[in-house]
């Protein structure tokens, strides 16, 4: 623990301490001294533990999420090569014909949804149907900083 945070939580830490041992020979407590011991506490507590997240590496993604990511960049890839129309009901048979099983009607709306939502797909909408398909290079929003 050599970084700022586990500097400052052991400077912190000794300091309180030593302001405890001096505020035990007086026999005087005011509030402002037990508020100021507070303080000090709180923040050598907090510098503590931003000591210790910064010690602890980023995690990992899960891998059930790291393969929902594979799935949608699977099932993104085949929709841009078909160019007609998706609909969960064809995705969940999708699932069932490229190697995901147990995948139904409800994962398949919720993957349609996450690649529409990130740009990537596009939703129709008409009378009595909804459907997707692949967004064209063109039609993609493009994230821009300002």
Request: hydrophobic share 40%; aromatic share 6%.
């Given at each position: 623990m050599t970084t700022r945070a586990a500097i400052a939580a052991e400077v912190l830490t000794d300091l309180t301490a030593k302001l405890?041992?001096?505020?035990?020979?007086?026999?005087h407590k005011t509030v402002s001294?037990?508020?100021?011991l507070r303080f000090?506490?709180?923040?050598?507590s907090a510098a503590r533990e931003a000591a210790k997240t910064e010690?602890?590496?980023a995690a990992?993604?899960?891998p059930a999420f790291a393969a929902d990511t594979a799935r949608r960049a699977h099932l993104?890839?085949?929709?841009?090569?078909?160019?007609?129309?998706?609909?969960s009901g064809r995705v969940a048979r999708w699932y069932e014909a490229n190697s995901y099983p147990g995948?139904?009607?409800r994962a398949?709306?919720?993957d349609l949804a996450v690649l529409r939502d990130s740009g990537a797909i596009t939703q129709h909408d008409e009378k009595g149907v909804r459907f997707f398909t692949a967004s064209r290079p063109s039609t993609r929003t493009e994230v821009t900083s300002r």
């Amino acid at each position: 623990m050599t970084t700022r945070a586990a500097i400052a939580a052991e400077v912190l830490t000794d300091l309180t301490a030593k302001l405890e041992s001096r505020l035990a020979v007086t026999t005087h407590k005011t509030v402002s001294k037990n508020t100021v011991l507070r303080f000090l506490r709180l923040e050598a507590s907090a510098a503590r533990e931003a000591a210790k997240t910064e010690a602890t590496p980023a995690a990992a993604p899960s891998p059930a999420f790291a393969a929902d990511t594979a799935r949608r960049a699977h099932l993104l890839a085949d929709m841009a090569k078909d160019d007609s129309h998706w609909k969960s009901g064809r995705v969940a048979r999708w699932y069932e014909a490229n190697s995901y099983p147990g995948l139904g009607v409800r994962a398949a709306r919720h993957d349609l949804a996450v690649l529409r939502d990130s740009g990537a797909i596009t939703q129709h909408d008409e009378k009595g149907v909804r459907f997707f398909t692949a967004s064209r290079p063109s039609t993609r929003t493009e994230v821009t900083s300002r």
